[in-house]
């Protein structure tokens, strides 16, 4: 069982910035994949950014050179760097763990006002 608690969330104008921190209950070196995932109102949960099973990153074309996902092994944490926010990033933002089966987070708000 793998347990997810996540920050950083919060209230940020158009073109500023936030770090959401999810950490995990468990070694990161024991999970297959970590990601962040995000769901507006009204819309379904996306993927927003995650390390593969391989250690690579993918990210969502629309946070593509905006967002930076990263990693403390030693802190069992996982970050989401935020730059250059938009309203339309304005969401729940959830990590996501896969061992395989998929944990959750229980998000963190992020919205960017105009």
């Known amino acids: 069982q793998v347990q997810l608690v996540e920050s950083g969330g919060g209230l940020v104008q158009a073109g500023g910035s936030l770090r959401l921190s999810c950490t995990t209950s468990?070694?990161?070196?024991?999970?297959?994949?970590m990601g962040w995932y995000r769901q507006a109102p009204g819309k379904q949960r996306e993927l927003v950014a995650a390390f593969t099973s391989f250690r690579s990153t993918m990210y969502a074309d629309s946070v593509k050179g905006r967002f930076t996902i990263s990693r403390d092994d030693a802190k069992n944490t996982v970050y989401l760097q935020m730059n250059s926010l938009k309203p339309e990033d304005t969401a729940i933002y959830y990590c996501?763990?896969?061992?395989?089966?998929?944990?959750w987070g229980q998000g963190t708000q992020v919205t960017v006002s105009s």
């Open positions: 468990r070694s990161l070196f024991s999970i297959n994949s």
């Open positions: 996501r763990a896969g061992v395989g089966i998929v944990y």
